[in-house]
């Protein structure tokens, strides 16, 4: 039965950085495609960001790219999202999740695994 876990969230004022951790825990995940996804209030879920199981392939929604940076250590079983350059269009829940198919969490935006989520809000 694994477990993801994620830390990290706060309040920061726009133009900051936040680094987003996920835990993940009984069992490893080294094997699975890992992301993070949004979710705004009164709005639908937002894929953000997602690595492979190697950490050799990396994908981002457009509204991220050159400003969050996912990474994957397997022997530690974290992954991380550090984000820069916050905007208040950024503020929502963040959760972690893990599919074994990298198509399943990217294209289909499904999952075997997420975490609780933890709160980002970047004040203007």
Same mark, same amino acid.
């Given at each position: 039965? @694994?477990?993801?876990?994620?830390?990290? %969230?706060?309040?920061?004022? &726009? @133009?900051?950085? =936040?680094? =987003?951790?996920?835990?993940? $825990?009984?069992?490893? #995940?080294?094997?699975? &495609?890992? %992301?993070? #996804?949004?979710?705004?209030? %009164?709005?639908?879920?937002? #894929?953000?960001?997602?690595?492979?199981?190697? %950490?050799?392939?990396?994908?981002?929604?457009?509204?991220?790219?050159?400003? #969050?940076?996912?990474?994957?250590?397997?022997?530690?079983?974290?992954? +991380?999202?550090?984000? *820069?350059?916050?905007?208040?269009?950024?503020? !929502?829940?963040?959760?972690?999740? &893990? &599919? =074994? !198919?990298? *198509?399943? =969490?990217?294209?289909? *935006?499904?999952?075997?695994?997420? @975490?609780?989520? +933890?709160?980002?809000?970047?004040? $203007?």
């Amino acid at each position: 039965q @694994g477990q993801l876990v994620e830390s990290g %969230g706060g309040m920061v004022q &726009a @133009g900051g950085s =936040l680094r =987003l951790s996920c835990a993940a $825990s009984g069992r490893t #995940f080294s094997g699975y &495609a890992m %992301g993070w #996804f949004r979710q705004a209030p %009164g709005k639908e879920r937002q #894929f953000v960001a997602a690595i492979s199981w190697s %950490g050799g392939s990396t994908i981002y929604t457009d509204s991220v790219k050159g400003r #969050f940076t996912i990474s994957r250590d397997n022997a530690k079983n974290t992954v +991380t999202l550090q984000m *820069n350059s916050l905007k208040p269009e950024d503020t !929502a829940v963040y959760y972690c999740a &893990a &599919a =074994l !198919a990298w *198509n399943t =969490l990217v294209f289909r *935006n499904e999952y075997e695994y997420r @975490g609780q989520g +933890t709160q980002v809000t970047v004040s $203007s």
